[in-house]
């Protein structure tokens, strides 16, 4: 990786934090959102605690995938056109646009995991197990949703119909993340070897990345 | 010696969709020159401005600029020496003025005091942290000025460069567009402002019925 | 651009041919002894299930020939081929349903290669959609080529984490959806005709597919050609003679 090449991933990730720091769409719309989900499930499906602390952790990461995507697509689908011709015109390499992208979503993810992770331990009341692969499994998953979302942004581009598409293009291809993620739990919890769902997840990011990279530049002439 | 040819286009065609937008246009601008393109409204200036900054592609017709073909792959690489501002700022609203420079002159690989000294240049180092969102319109054509002014830019694309802007930042707009004719590059600047243009362009062409004139 | 669009008969034929000699093979066959005449719904529900993998890795070529090529021909084989693709998945699922009820009691199992069937026609739905959100050929067939190929080599990884996880929690029945062993000669070819016909029938709507999205672009470059007027035709000088005093 060449240094204009991190400069520029570095710059674009400095960007969007920025932005979304002075936004604040992650922290006032889409966390709340994500917990008022959480809030609602034992509305409707039952409150008895012994049945919520074993579904618990499946809620919580469903919600992720499919709330966490929202992050992806509504900083992406803010940009205007003159914003992206003028990023373009300063030379933007597609492909460290894509990677600033990704890395900023997948940041602002792990925030979203966490916060939304007290509230599903507060109201479902399931057991903090294996803490170190708890966080490997925080940081694989966000940078994998960070990817396909990015992808998938990329993918929809600037049409106003694309922005609810993509969390339908998405949600498919991160089921092994969201398989992962639960059987890693239930691994713990039963003291199994949750190394090949780990693996797993790594692969699903891993491809993610290389395709991502490897078509940023024939989909920005699209 | 003569002057490198800049842009050259031949028979372009531009469609939105089934659409055309442009057809036929032949256009040739050498080093140097500085070109006014005038016409009505929905005339397809800022199409054309956007083709030749290698944002779009023609549908028809061959046009190359600063060396590299408007259908090809090579446009990619000539796009960090063509300058752009439209008629709508290109910043980031949430980002300060100075936050929105860095940004670009990280990107474009320019050093980051170049920042403040085009910044004053134009007159805004006392706004470099107000937010770009919550600048007048003029303020944010200044600060694209400034961004422009600290690339070394071959060619500079201008829609309505004099609007919003009063007398000072005028002059810096025509200084600029004057460097980089001096240095052998080209700019096109797209108005309504027919005298002011005119004033500083070498030639006009009129754009109308989708045809340069 | 021709004045009759050609309407050849060889389909039609082909189609009529091998779906009478599959449906006589399927009426003719035994019926199970467990499940009864029921088993007949296999005889569609599975080629249409393999014809529709098929279908999708179809696609996947075709998606990679054209950002190889840039040729528009891949890309409307990737398209009608992701098209016939969706039907066929749509129609294995719901035959597996009609199926499972009577032999079930349920609808739906969670069974891995029926989940992963699902998964998969979410996928080629999202790709169908994403090429009607998308108006320009070359932009539309670009981003379809990259979610073609980025689906179909995400497929892989989702099949074994729905595989690995039914493993963990496989229920006590030994139920599968398409039941017991065919054992039976006569299932056997029965089966296979099925397999046929339906090959026949994609084949055929391939053709007929890609005719029509070629004659679609054919009638695009036409309409582009055609001696319309630009889009700033539409504006002209105001005028300002009639008494509009409060303008």
């Known amino acids: 990786m060449s240094t204009a090449f991190r400069t520029q991933v570095v710059a674009v990730v400095d960007r969007d934090l920025r932005r979304e720091r002075r936004r604040g769409d992650v922290l006032w719309v889409t966390i709340p959102f994500g917990a008022m989900a959480l809030f609602l499930f034992p509305l409707a499906i039952g409150t008895d605690s012994a049945l919520l602390q074993r579904i618990g952790p499946g809620l919580y990461w469903v919600t992720v995938m499919l709330f966490g995507v929202l992050i992806s697509v509504g900083r992406a689908s803010v940009e205007t056109q003159a914003q992206r011709d003028a990023a373009s015109l300063l030379g933007l390499d597609p492909a460290a646009g894509y990677v600033g992208r990704s890395i900023s979503a997948a940041g602002l993810l792990i925030i979203f995991e966490v916060i939304l992770g007290v509230v599903a331990i507060v109201l479902y009341g399931f057991d903090l197990i294996g803490i170190p692969w708890l966080i490997a499994t925080l940081f694989i998953v966000a940078i994998g949703l960070g990817l396909l979302g990015s992808l998938a942004a990329s993918l929809v581009g600037s049409s106003s119909s694309g922005s609810a598409l993509v969390p339908l293009l998405v949600a498919p291809l991160a089921v092994p993340l969201l398989l992962g993620a639960t059987q890693a739990y239930e691994g713990l919890r039963l003291g199994d070897s949750i190394l090949p769902w780990m693996l797993l997840m790594a692969a699903v990011v891993l491809v993610a990345a290389i395709a991502g990279v490897l078509t940023a530049r024939p989909l920005q002439e699209s | ?213 | 651009m021709p004045s009759e669009i050609p309407n050849p008969r060889w389909p039609w034929v082909a189609i009529g041919l091998s779906a009478a000699v599959a449906i006589t093979l399927a009426m003719v066959s035994p019926s199970d002894t467990v499940q009864g005449d029921l088993v007949r719904i296999m005889y569609v529900h599975v080629p249409a299930a393999w014809l529709a993998y098929l279908a999708f890795a179809v696609t996947l070529v075709c998606s990679i020939g054209y950002l190889f090529t840039k040729n528009l021909t891949w890309d409307r084989l990737a398209a009608s081929s992701a098209e016939i693709g969706v039907y066929f998945t749509g129609l294995a699922i719901v035959l597996g349903m009609i199926w499972a009820r009577p032999t079930w009691g349920v609808w739906w199992t969670w069974d891995a290669r029926l989940t992963l069937t699902a998964i998969m026609f979410f996928v080629y739905i999202g790709y169908l959609a994403l090429r009607k959100t998308t108006d320009e050929p070359r932009a539309r067939a670009n981003r379809a080529a990259v979610l073609g190929i980025v689906g179909a080599v995400q497929i892989p990884l989702v099949h074994f984490s729905v595989v690995w996880w039914r493993t963990l929690h496989q229920p006590a029945s030994i139920l599968r959806p398409d039941g017991p062993a065919i054992q039976d000669t006569m299932m056997l070819w029965a089966l296979l005709a099925g397999v046929l016909a339906f090959s026949v029938i994609y084949l055929s709507l391939m053709a007929k597919r890609v005719e029509l999205h070629r004659l679609n672009d054919t009638l695009h470059v036409a309409e582009l050609a055609a001696d319309r007027p630009v889009a700033g035709a539409s504006v002209s000088s105001p005028d300002l003679d009639e008494g509009t005093a409060d303008v």
Do not use: C, W
């Open chain 2, 1 to 213: 010696m003569p002057a490198a040819t800049v842009i050259e286009l031949s028979d372009i065609g531009v469609t939105a969709g089934t659409t055309p937008i442009l057809r036929g246009i032949d256009l040739e601008v050498v080093g140097g020159e500085i070109v006014g393109l005038f016409g009505a409204n929905g005339a397809g200036k800022t199409t054309l401005l956007r083709l030749i900054a290698t944002l779009i592609r023609p549908a028809a017709g061959t046009g190359i600029v600063l060396g590299a073909d408007l259908s090809g792959d090579d446009r990619y690489d000539i796009r960090n020496r063509i300058g752009m501002i439209g008629h709508v700022p290109g910043l980031y609203p949430e980002l300060t003025l100075g936050e929105n420079l860095r940004f670009a002159a990280s990107v474009a690989g320019v050093p980051a005091d170049a920042v403040e000294t085009s910044l004053e240049a134009v007159g805004l180092l006392g706004a470099i942290d107000r937010q770009a969102g919550a600048s007048s319109h003029g303020m944010q054509r200044r600060a694209e000025f400034a961004r422009e002014l600290m690339i070394e830019r071959d060619l500079l694309l201008l829609d309505e460069p004099h609007s919003a802007l009063d007398k000072d930042a005028v002059e810096l707009v025509n200084g600029l567009v004057g460097k980089i004719a001096a240095n052998g590059g080209a700019a096109i600047l797209v108005s309504h402002d027919r005298d002011r243009v005119v004033a500083i362009a070498d030639r006009s062409v009129e754009l109308a019925g989708g045809s340069l004139r």
